[in-house]
């Protein structure tokens, strides 16, 4: 009877040991980070469309193409950290830094009248265009459409990622 239970008990551990060591493991919270990176350059582009002024055309060509490899900076180094590729995350956290110091930037000199820097282009881009009602603002709040959210918390977050990257 002994053994019978003891067999059981060992069927019963090797058949949930996976379960349990699966559940024990938590997931890198970077990776989440990094999905939320993903999924907010992703909306943005499609921001660009709808809501910045039609007459820019290299100008929303541009911000789109920096949203783009911005997501597919966050796509791989969501790859190396799920791989655990240490030396590819290592590479990636680098061109992720570079590319959100060029937001960074100062702006091109004929979008200087308007704003600054790049990142300051794009949140007025962001702050929606007449032509388009779903991006005018919020009850008279200028950022208060959801382009413009997105895009503070991508500002938020990108550091964020950042940072965690570092470590």
Not at 62 to 76: C, D, F, K, Q
């Amino acid at each position: 009877m002994p053994s019978a239970i003891a067999a059981a008990l060992s069927i019963t551990l090797a058949v949930c040991s996976p379960f349990v060591t699966a559940q024990a493991a938590a997931p890198d919270p970077r990776v989440g980070r990094a999905d939320r990176v993903v999924s907010l350059t992703r909306a943005l582009v499609k921001g660009v469309d709808q809501c910045f002024n039609p007459a820019h055309t290299r100008g929303n060509t541009e911000t789109r193409n920096r949203l783009i490899r911005l997501e597919r900076t966050a796509l791989n180094a969501r790859s190396s950290l799920t791989s655990g590729d240490a030396t590819k995350l290592a590479q990636t956290a680098a061109e992720l830094k570079a590319q959100w110091n060029a937001f960074h930037e100062r702006a091109p000199i004929a979008a200087r009248f308007h704003c600054a820097t790049v990142r300051q282009c794009m949140e007025l881009g962001f702050e929606g265009h007449p032509n388009y009602p779903q991006c005018l603002p919020v009850n008279g709040n200028r950022r208060a459409n959801i382009q413009s959210i997105q895009f503070q918390e991508l500002l938020h977050v990108l550091p964020q990622l950042l940072n965690d990257l570092r470590t």
